[in-house]
């Protein structure tokens, strides 16, 4: 695992690291990639993903509102935010 | 009379039969959460609203539940309108919900007290309770031990008798390890038969919600209560849901009970596999007979789990960005410095790492690789099971390789050494199948645990087997000195 | 050098259903900030999604209405990636499974019909809305918008120039107003298009390197972005340098298109299917009623209006072409029997009005049961055309009845003969020159007594009266 990809996949989860951890992170994720890498010597070939335990289908719900909004609740938790709005540093386009 | 380890059905007698007022029993539960402190089973407590509420059930007189008056600790990572919910993480450590898990809503309308919420692994991540952002879990066997993880706290409230049950969660044996490594019961149900409304995510198609208890007994009266299909889970199970303490006495003659060929018990620790034997002939006593079952992938398990665990948690947790609630970094630059601050200032390592391990696996190039292989090895696995119990009941192996260690002494230099620790019990959360733990003695005065796993669907089972076992031994009474806390 | 242009376009349409997809809050438009947001689009800990079915039966109603491929069983898959408006850090969306693949919408230039393939329909969720300039420092973020249903229609590169992207997306507008699938309205966000636009040589097989244009928010603008990306990319493949493919902003006030800030890194999505929504299934008989509970489509209508109501092809064709406007004329048609007079005044008068407002019939004063009526009064003559020219433009401004304006103001049309002859006979009576010279053969003179008729009675005898009898007065 080079420098590189670490610092990609960093930016893409939006997590930085350390300098002084850096080195040990990059060993770990070094090692777990070794354990799940170890999965190619199964043969998998046409057997469908299982990507719930559940052999079920979705279940839709009708088209009717019921709202659960607590404005001023959802507004008091977040670090910044005015009586209408969530805020967050100014976003250039 | 002391209210400390007694179970739910002793204390429901003794409400019952008015040896003692729901508010005497809060009064105590409380007291006994302060008095073992050190343990660090707790984040935050309930006192007010718990006092209050067991005053209501005094006055109001009628008690028509199990669980009325019943104080219960309820592992942080559920949702609980009002009452600060962590999940043991510093990017939470000021999160309020606006509402409360399905799960715990329902043992709560059941007339339960929450008397706290309990501390875990970060995010559920951890099979020690070691990545706490609110430190270390005692186990209340020994100090300086792990209670085993992530359900930690909730396992060490219920083994130091401060509550006679727990909530927790397992997505790959953080209910039953944590049981096993502190002496307790503890369930996971089949995946879809607890709602995950209100559960904070770890990975979702793993996640299930169970109980901890002192007894299967108790686990059957919780899970009774926190079953059911959920409208707002669409990934919880529609089926009707069975009285799990309707047979949970009927006699087990002729269970089949499967020995798993490729679990290869000679390497563990010789006194955890006397103990194994031990419990094997004991079930035989009872009326069991044990088969050899091959599960040819089964080994697979650990590297399938830690493909999909951290990808599905790699996503779950892109939410914890400071925007909406939770720590927000300060003096950022700019909106993506504020993202890479606040969740780098407010996740620990191991979440970290697994953030990284997830994002790696489903990124471009390495998805086949990784994940979708990983999914597809998770089918083979299932299909194994299915095929076990064409020919089985049950399938019975150790908990964990181990009883519980020194803090620091695993994992540190290697993490994976950390994620060995759940060789068995991973294997059932890939499958969706139930499984539970019970205590089946102790190796050098640690508790050790025997788990059963059991058919999609068949807790019933499972709670049946445990019970009768615990029927006729004693193991599950014995009790932590907790003379050094 | 001869240059092709291939475009692509990409079409979000929010669906009109009455709740989001995943969850059972509002999506009525022009909410008060962060009302319409359940726990879900919230993006809270613990929450979970659930799907609304409306939204899939819309989509499956377009699908059908295109031709195109239904996907009977189809799943979600999650798109990750950070941005303040999206509150979960990922949107669910259809990458693998689409419930629509394929189908065509066909346009018409200049006479001439095209199709354009489409490659696929997909579900997906809104993000919540950013507002940038509001306040000092800080962008605001409204979650209002977020978990709105939207339709994602991708076309085959098969457009040629602007004009077919135009016709494209109104063909598109109509579709969906028509379909009930949304309100398509452009300006408000209801109906959006990102247009992929890239040149190569004519003749050339491969595709020359695409940009892509976003936040187009109207047909005119659309024609506008399209047009000055070309000229541009035509101008940079000239000077012999390559187009570099990027994202850029269409801006209306410069009418320009221009890069949108360079990220540092090329997104990857690491899409996966959705762990918390299970495949969904759409059964044969909720297709079947889907079907069988289709909405008319414009041509249907064509060709029944001509058939029941007796409209001319014309006529039939323009009132059909809108969805509003082709719901107030069946409207109307419960009030009143006089088609051709209703469609006249509809193409006529009405449509006048409209594009001097700019706006369209329903967003209008005028209703559906207060024009029958108005054609009604011209029909059965208590009021005459002219007069009821007048009444209408009262009835543009202050949608009052007919009704009520002509018994207000006194507009009954004067149709009893004997008065209108009496009235005749004092007009006669005070002109003895202009009817000497009528009578001598000046013709034309007729006019100025209908004019002194009219005057007399401010408009209201009836004009056919007034003729005859005049005509008979005048011997």
Not at chain 2, 294 to 315: Q, R
Not at chain 2, 365 to 370: E, I, S
Request: charged residues 25%; negative net charge.
């Amino acid at each position: 695992m080079d420098q590189e990809t670490v610092r990609t996949i960093c930016y893409l989860a939006r997590l930085e690291i350390d300098e002084n951890k850096s080195e040990k992170i990059q060993k770990d994720l070094e090692t777990i990639i070794d354990l799940i890498g170890s999965l190619q010597t199964i043969d998998t070939s046409d057997v469908e993903p299982l990507y719930s335990p559940l052999e079920m289908t979705a279940l839709m719900h009708e088209d009717i509102e019921k709202s659960d909004n607590k404005k001023e609740k959802f507004l008091e938790n977040a670090a910044a935010s005015n009586e209408d709005y969530f805020l967050v540093p100014r976003v250039v386009e | 009379m002391s209210i400390q380890f007694k179970s739910i059905a002793d204390l429901r007698e003794m409400l019952d039969d008015k040896s003692i007022s729901a508010s005497e029993l809060i009064q105590e539960s409380l007291e006994l959460a302060k008095k073992y402190k050190e343990l660090n089973c707790f984040v935050t407590m309930n006192e007010e609203f718990s006092v209050k509420k067991a005053n209501a059930i005094d006055v109001n007189k009628k008690t028509s539940s199990r669980l009325s008056g019943i104080p219960l600790a309820q592992k942080d990572l559920f949702c609980t309108e009002g009452l600060r919910t962590t999940c043991s993480s510093k990017i939470l450590s000021n999160f309020i919900p606006p509402y409360t898990a399905t799960a715990v809503k329902k043992l709560e309308d059941a007339g339960s007290i929450t008397i706290g919420k309990t501390n875990m692994d970060e995010f559920a991540m951890g099979s020690s309770n070691e990545t706490s952002f609110f430190g270390n879990v005692h186990n209340p066997w020994k100090k300086g031990y792990v209670p085993g993880g992530s359900s930690g706290g909730s396992a060490a409230a219920v083994a130091a008798g401060i509550v006679p049950a727990a909530t927790g969660t397992d997505t790959g044996g953080s209910i039953r390890q944590p049981a096993a490594h502190c002496g307790i019961t503890g369930l996971k149900p089949t995946y879809g038969r607890i709602s995950r409304w209100g559960m904070i995510a770890f990975a979702s198609s793993l996640d299930q919600a169970g109980p901890l208890a002192r007894t299967a007994e108790d686990c059957a009266i919780l899970l009774n209560t926190m079953s059911g299909h959920d409208a707002k889970d669409t990934t919880s199970l529609n089926s009707n849901v069975p009285d799990f303490l309707e047979n949970i006495n009927q006699p087990i003659d002729g269970l089949k009970i499967g020995l798993i060929k490729e679990f290869n018990l000679s390497d563990l620790d010789s006194q955890v596999q006397a103990r194994f034997e031990e419990s094997k002939k004991a079930y035989e006593k009872l009326g069991a007979q044990f088969i050899e079952v091959s599960l040819p992938n089964i080994s697979a398990s650990v590297p399938t789990y830690y493909s999909i665990a951290p990808a599905e948690c790699s996503s779950n947790l892109s939410r914890f960005d400071g925007v909406r609630f939770g720590h927000r970094a300060e003096s950022t630059d700019d909106l993506n410095d504020l993202y890479i601050k606040s969740r780098s200032e407010g996740f620990g390592d191991e979440v970290k790492r697994r953030i990284l391990i997830g994002t790696y696996a489903l990124s471009a190039g390495y998805y086949d690789a990784y994940y979708k292989k990983a999914q597809q090895v998770r089918r083979l696995i299932k299909n194994d099971f299915d095929n076990a119990f064409q020919s089985v009941d049950a399938l019975m192996t150790p908990t964990s390789p181990n009883t519980a260690f020194k803090f620091g002494s695993k994992g540190t230099q290697n993490p994976v050494e950390l994620y060995l620790e759940d060789l068995f019990t991973i294997s059932s959360n890939l499958a969706g199948l139930p499984a539970i733990s019970i205590p089946h003695g102790q190796v050098n005065s640690l508790p050790v645990g025997l788990q059963l796993i059991g058919n999609f669907l068949r807790e019933d089972q499972l709670l049946n087997a445990a019970h009768i076992f615990q029927k006729n031994s004693d193991y599950h009474l014995a009790k932590p000195n907790l003379g050094d806390f | 050098m001869s240059w092709e242009t291939v475009i692509g376009l990409e079409t979000h349409v929010q669906l009109s259903t009455k709740t989001k997809l995943f969850s059972r809050a509002s999506t009525a438009f022009g909410a008060s900030p962060n009302t319409n947001v359940n726990l879900i689009d919230c993006g809270l800990p613990g929450v979970l999604p659930s799907v609304n079915k409306e939204a899939f039966y819309k989509a499956i109603r377009f699908g059908m209405a295109v031709g195109a491929q239904i996907n009977q069983t189809s799943i979600f898959d999650r798109k990750n990636y950070f941005y303040a408006d999206l509150p979960k850090g990922y949107q669910i969306t259809q990458m693998d499974l689409p419930i629509v693949i394929g189908g065509s919408i066909e346009i018409i230039i200049d006479e001439l019909t095209k199709t354009i393939n489409i490659t696929r329909a997909h579900l997906e969720e809104d993000a919540g809305k950013s507002i940038h300039d509001e306040f000092e420092g800080f962008s605001a973020i409204d979650l209002n918008r977020a978990g709105t249903p939207l339709l994602e229609i991708v076309s085959e590169p098969e457009i040629s120039n602007a004009k077919e992207a135009v016709a494209y997306m109104k063909a598109m507008h109509q579709l969906v107003t028509f379909l009930d699938v949304s309100d398509g309205n452009m300006a408000q966000g209801s109906l959006r298009c990102d247009a992929n636009v890239s040149i190569r040589k004519k003749g050339d097989k491969e595709l020359g390197t695409r940009t892509e244009i976003k936040n187009i928010n109207s047909f005119k603008f659309i024609e506008k972005a399209i047009n000055f990306e070309i000229k541009r990319q035509i101008k940079i493949l000239e000077n012999g340098e390559k187009v570099v493919q990027e994202t850029r902003l269409y801006d209306s006030s410069k009418d320009e298109t221009r890069p949108m800030r360079s990220k540092e890194f090329a997104n990857d999505y690491r899409y996966f299917p959705e762990p918390d929504l299970l495949p969904v299934i759409i059964s044969d008989e909720e297709i079947q009623k889907i079907r069988d509970e289709f909405p008319e489509l414009p041509k249907e209508k064509e060709i029944r209006y001509q058939q029941e109501y007796g409209l001319t092809a014309y006529d039939a064709q323009i009132i059909a072409s809108s969805k509003s406007m082709a719901d107030f004329f069946e409207t109307a048609l419960q009030k009143t029997k006089n088609y051709t007079l209703l469609s006249n005044w509809l193409i006529g008068e009405i449509s006048a009005y409209l594009n001097k407002q700019q706006i369209e019939i329903n967003e209008s004063k005028l209703s559906a049961d207060k024009v029958a009526m108005l054609i009604n009064r011209i029909d059965d003559q208590t009021i005459s055309g002219k007069i009821g020219k007048s009444i209408f433009e009262e009835m543009c401004t202050n949608g009052s009845s007919p009704d009520e304006i002509i018994k207000s103001q006194g507009l009954e049309q004067i149709s009893d003969d004997g008065a209108i002859e009496e009235i005749i006979l004092t007009v006669i009576n005070e002109n003895p020159t202009q009817v000497e010279a009528y009578l001598a053969g000046k013709d034309k003179l007729f006019g100025f007594f209908v004019g002194q008729v009219m005057k007399l009675t401010e408009g209201k005898a009836n004009p056919k009266a007034v003729n005859s009898i005049l005509k008979d007065k005048l011997k």
